[in-house]
């Protein structure tokens, strides 16, 4: 997939923070549903996704405060499949023929941010998971976004893939705290018939000696 980085005039911040928020519930499941040690308080962000299911869409609701044994805030997501049993996402988990990308750490906070769309045109919906504290090879923080990709004959997600700064077409490379995928979102602008595109936000990329002025990465859909 190519990508586009769409800069505005970059200024430093004066008074820049981030803080970790959560929100409430928009709909109440079963605890059974969901896995046992997740408190609502964890949850962030949710999204709805089509697998070709007889039951319609399904939801991804994201628990980035989620700690995974040892490791606090690693974050999972709850991939709700037909009304009555969920799939935890996280890093390292099987997915169906694949492996989730990564491993779980401190302070990853694994889906702080969503995006579902059929971006590979297969007419199944892929899921875009935002990790953007993330850190890239020893630099703090830099963020990452793993893409699942649904299955083009049973509409399963079951191919698991990652994108940051310095491959996979991205300019620049990692820096601490660039937060990469801090947020996400889908549109399809029509670079290519029948592909949904994947907007990335970069908050804290410094561009020209502008310290955290951010940027945002347009990512084209394709078959590929």
């Not at 962000?45 to 405060?65: F, K, N, R, Y």
């Not at 941010?113 to 020893?138: K, S």
């Given at each position: 997939?190519a990508?586009?980085p769409?800069?505005?005039?970059?200024?430093?911040?004066?008074?820049?923070?981030?803080?970790?928020?959560?929100?409430g519930?928009?709909v109440?499941?079963?605890?059974?549903v969901l896995a046992?040690?997740?408190?609502?308080?964890?949850?962030?962000c949710?999204?709805?996704?089509?697998?070709?299911?007889d039951?319609?869409a399904?939801l991804v609701?994201a628990?980035?405060?989620?700690d995974?044994?040892?490791?606090?805030d690693?974050?999972?997501?709850?991939?709700?499949v037909?009304?009555?049993?969920?799939?935890?996402l996280?890093e390292?988990?099987?997915l169906?023929?694949?492996?989730?990308?990564?491993?779980?750490?401190?302070d990853?906070m694994?889906?702080?941010a969503?995006?579902?769309a059929?971006?590979?045109?297969?007419g199944?919906?892929?899921?875009?998971?935002?990790?953007?504290l993330e850190?890239?090879g020893?630099?703090?923080?830099?963020?990452?976004?793993?893409v699942l990709?649904?299955d083009?004959?049973?509409?399963e997600?079951?191919?698991?893939?990652?994108?940051?700064?310095g491959?996979n077409?991205?300019p620049?490379?990692?820096d601490e705290?660039?937060n990469f995928?801090?947020?996400?979102?889908s549109q399809?602008?029509g670079f290519?018939d029948?592909?949904?595109?994947?907007?990335?936000?970069?908050?804290g990329e410094?561009?020209d000696?502008?310290?955290?002025?951010g940027?945002v990465h347009v990512?084209?859909?394709?078959?590929?």
């Amino acid at each position: 997939m190519a990508t586009t980085p769409f800069n505005a005039s970059p200024r430093s911040p004066s008074n820049r923070s981030f803080r970790r928020i959560g929100v409430g519930a928009l709909v109440v499941l079963a605890a059974s549903v969901l896995a046992a040690a997740t408190s609502i308080a964890d949850t962030l962000c949710t999204a709805c996704i089509d697998t070709g299911s007889d039951e319609g869409a399904e939801l991804v609701i994201a628990s980035p405060g989620e700690d995974r044994g040892s490791y606090g805030d690693a974050g999972i997501a709850h991939l709700l499949v037909d009304g009555t049993s969920a799939v935890t996402l996280g890093e390292g988990r099987d997915l169906g023929d694949a492996t989730i990308n990564g491993r779980p750490e401190d302070d990853d906070m694994f889906a702080s941010a969503l995006a579902a769309a059929d971006f590979n045109g297969d007419g199944f919906d892929d899921i875009a998971i935002g990790v953007p504290l993330e850190d890239v090879g020893g630099t703090d923080d830099a963020g990452v976004v793993i893409v699942l990709l649904s299955d083009s004959g049973t509409g399963e997600l079951n191919e698991s893939l990652v994108l940051k700064q310095g491959t996979n077409g991205f300019p620049g490379s990692p820096d601490e705290g660039d937060n990469f995928g801090f947020s996400l979102s889908s549109q399809d602008f029509g670079f290519n018939d029948g592909f949904d595109d994947l907007i990335i936000g970069v908050p804290g990329e410094d561009i020209d000696g502008a310290v955290d002025a951010g940027q945002v990465h347009v990512v084209m859909g394709s078959a590929d």
